[in-house]
């Protein structure tokens, strides 16, 4: 199963890792639970779940890189078409679609040719990946 949300771990032993899941957002904190164990009209019984930084908080975007990882929001990506380049995936909510963002802001829809892209880290854990596409 792939979940629709991922987040970084804020929590004890898995501070910093990466928690897969449903997202909840309570009084502006974010939690991924993983499993629901039983539902009525009064309660919900979550089987598990993490507090996760919710400015790391990225959807699924039902989409593969070229080695079949799953794409979720703020993931770099890297490609050549020439010359290398680095874009970011976001949804663009004015066109309610996913793009990718190139390093002069430019968008083309995340779908153009995917399957000749790789994640290669995420805006989060490899800030420094930008600053090299900048430099290029």
Not at 24 to 29: A, F, L, Y
Not at 59 to 84: A, H, P, Q, S, V
């Amino acid at each position: 199963m792939i979940y629709p949300y991922r987040g970084l771990s804020v929590e004890g032993d898995s501070k910093g890792e990466w928690q897969y899941g449903y997202l909840i957002q309570d009084r502006g904190k974010s939690f991924i639970i993983n499993e629901v164990i039983e539902v009525t009209e009064q309660y919900i019984t979550i089987g598990s779940w993490c507090h996760v930084n919710s400015e790391s908080v990225g959807r699924f975007t039902g989409l593969f890189d070229k080695n079949c990882r799953e794409i979720f929001e703020k993931d770099i990506l890297y490609g050549n078409d020439g010359e290398d380049f680095w874009d970011i995936v976001e949804f663009d909510e004015t066109q309610a679609k996913w793009v990718r963002k190139d390093q002069n802001l430019n968008e083309l829809d995340l779908s153009d040719n995917i399957t000749e892209l790789k994640i290669v880290g995420n805006v989060f854990e490899n800030p420094k990946l930008l600053e090299v596409a900048d430099d290029q």
